[in-house]
């Protein structure tokens, strides 16, 4: 069975501060995907890795995919209290299959 | 562009009641997703279908979960009979084709809770 780890599980830091959340799986996935959830929304897709090491950046946000494309980060530069939210991978292997999330909570 | 539209948004039912929610995805968008999230946990697919075909459905519990699209648009989920353990939020989700790298579009869901 695939299973995706997300940690940290909650994390609550001050704005400004770096920090960095991750998805691991002894599973390879073809493509992974990080996701933003806000309460009472759908989530909403933030990136797709699809390459072993690719690096992608969306503003402050830089996503890594692994080398073994079995595993994922996320690091936030100076975090922003519009960070707060449920950031959730999901990765393409047999199925679709999503992480438990990793809740962030940036303090002003 | 109109987005994944859901409704209800909320329902309570009893135990060993029956209720259907209804999804209809982004124009155009050939896959639709249905996914179960529990609190605390990451969305869990139920079943995936192709226009009207069914893709994936490995994890939808078959004895009291039904799912269906016809005409390769609008889709229905139905429970029956509902179970304590039925209560999450529904999640409907459309994407162009049905490749990895294609963008899944989330409704806002349908919060079920059966007493």
Known sequence: TQLLEQSPQFLSIQEGENLTVYCNSSSVFSSLQWY?????EGPVLL???VTGGEVKKLKRLTFQFGDARKDSSLHITAAQPGDTGLYLCAGEGDKII??????LHILP | EAGVAQSPRYKIIEKRQSVAFWCNPISGHATLYWYQQILGQGPKLL?????????????LPKDRFSAER????DSTLKIQPAKLEDSAVYLCASSLYQRSTDTQYFGPGTRLTVL
């Open chain 1, 36 to 40: 933003r959830q806000e309460p009472g």
């Open chain 1, 47 to 49: 990136v797709t890795v």
């Open chain 1, 98 to 103: 999503f992480g438990k999330g990793t809740r």
């Open chain 2, 47 to 59: 079943i995936q279908f192709q226009n009207n075909g069914v893709v994936d459905d490995s994890q």
């Open chain 2, 70 to 73: 016809l005409k390769g648009v």
